[in-house]
């Protein structure tokens, strides 16, 4: 494996964090348990959401805010062929659970400036058949939130925002995560907090969440608030293995919940420090006249107080983005793509028959000059600073 100078992501774990899995370790229950609760409760508690639900993962969080959209227990539940408005700029599980949901994804275009959606596009995608957005808080930033609310209600769409790259950001004080319906965390290595593999899911109704949380674990009445209700209504079968609904496994580790817990406890101080660094790398950008005329740096959306996840770069003169990437490798930097580049590329959106005779322009052009470069938790020393500066100089 190629080292780095400056990789996108170091070893996110401290020593605390590790003793807290370890910890866990030695009580032999590595299963989903009390971390975990606490983990929820803790979340719900700072970040002011109503529901918050630990999973296995953000993609899993993604798949079960569709599902739960399309559950029989939900009182207005879509249909087969209904339409959820996605941007083209995305992951490939924000997407996929629409598609596997039977729902029908809606490609919008986004805007250049910000990465995220752009909202006039948004509006002239919606039918009668539309009846949600699945919104992507791309690498922290935001799109216009105001503006996308009154779209909202103008439609009666249901809004789920896929913030697993945006943990911390603020829209006007509020936090990305809390204006929809649903919403999606990820704590893979490589974002604002990490605990292994993990993720969270958000909800305002209760009765979604009771949903969500059934279909968590196998589909099981476990933990529900109806559950006596729900035994004393089969009386023929166990009380402790009554499949209530559909279900998959997407439970998180007790190790993920402690490791989670004691990352999250410092989410502020990390945002704080890839703030410091993402400025201090700019500040080499722009006296230097020759990175500052090739490379263009993503700026927050207005209102938006953001929780970067990496540090997006545009690219500003034709086909060069592929060697610049390959010089930067080669001195030392990782780079990749912002998100995936425009998803509509991808071979699989080929094979599923969702390509549609549409240009989305904005997305093409960050697929052809957009890429990013990481920001780690903690502060990037002088002598590094220097070598970056060089590497970009060299790359460009």
């Not at 470069?373 to 790359?395: A, D, M, R, V, W």
Request: proline residues 4%; positive net charge.
């Amino acid at each position: 494996m190629k080292k780095y100078f400056f990789p996108l992501v170091k070893n996110p774990y401290r020593s605390k964090d590790i003793f807290k899995a370890i910890k866990v370790l030695k009580t032999g229950k590595l299963t989903m348990g009390t971390n975990v609760l606490n983990f929820e409760k803790e979340f719900s508690s700072k970040l002011k959401t109503n529901y918050s639900l630990m999973v296995n993962s953000g993609s899993s969080a993604n798949l079960l805010a569709i599902q739960c959209l399309i559950n029989p227990y939900r009182k207005k539940r879509l249909k087969i062929g209904d339409e959820i408005i996605i941007p083209s700029l995305c992951w490939s599980t924000s997407l996929w659970p629409i598609v596997q949901s039977g729902l029908k994804p809606i490609f919008v275009d986004i805007d250049k400036e910000t990465l995220n959606m752009n909202l006039t596009d948004l509006e002239k995608r919606i039918t009668k058949r539309t009846k949600g957005i699945m919104l992507v808080h791309v690498l922290g930033n935001s799109t216009d939130m105001t503006k996308l609310l009154k779209i909202k209600k103008k439609y009666k769409l249901i809004l789920i925002e896929d913030t697993c790259e945006s943990l911390g950001a603020q829209y006007k004080s509020k936090f990305l995560g809390t204006f929809g319906e649903f919403s999606s965390y990820s704590f893979y290595a490589s974002h604002q907090i990490s605990s292994g593999e993990g993720g969270m899911i958000c909800c305002k109704d209760k009765s979604d969440y009771e949903i969500i949380k059934s279909l968590r674990s196998h589909g099981w009445s476990r933990n529900l608030s109806n559950e006596k209700k729900i035994s004393n209504n089969n009386p023929h079968l166990d009380k402790r293995f009554i499949f209530y609904n559909s279900g998959f496994n997407l439970r998180p580790t007790e190790i993920a919940g402690a490791i989670g817990r004691s990352q999250f406890k410092d989410l502020f101080k990390f945002k704080k420090i890839r703030n410091l660094n993402r400025r201090n790398i700019i500040n080499l950008f722009k006296k230097n006249k020759k990175i500052n005329k090739t490379i263009k740096v993503i700026k927050p959306n207005k209102f938006v107080n953001p929780s970067w996840f990496g540090l997006p770069l545009i690219v500003n003169k034709k086909n060069l983005l592929k060697n610049i990437m390959l010089k930067l490798e080669k001195n030392g930097i990782e780079t990749r793509p912002i998100i995936s580049g425009n998803f509509l590329k991808q071979p699989s959106v080929k094979k599923y028959g969702l390509i549609k005779k549409i240009k989305y322009k904005n997305a093409d052009y960050i697929n052809n000059h957009g890429f990013f470069i990481g920001l780690p938790f903690n502060k990037i020393k002088l002598n590094i600073l220097k070598k970056i500066e060089q590497s970009f100089q060299k790359s460009v």
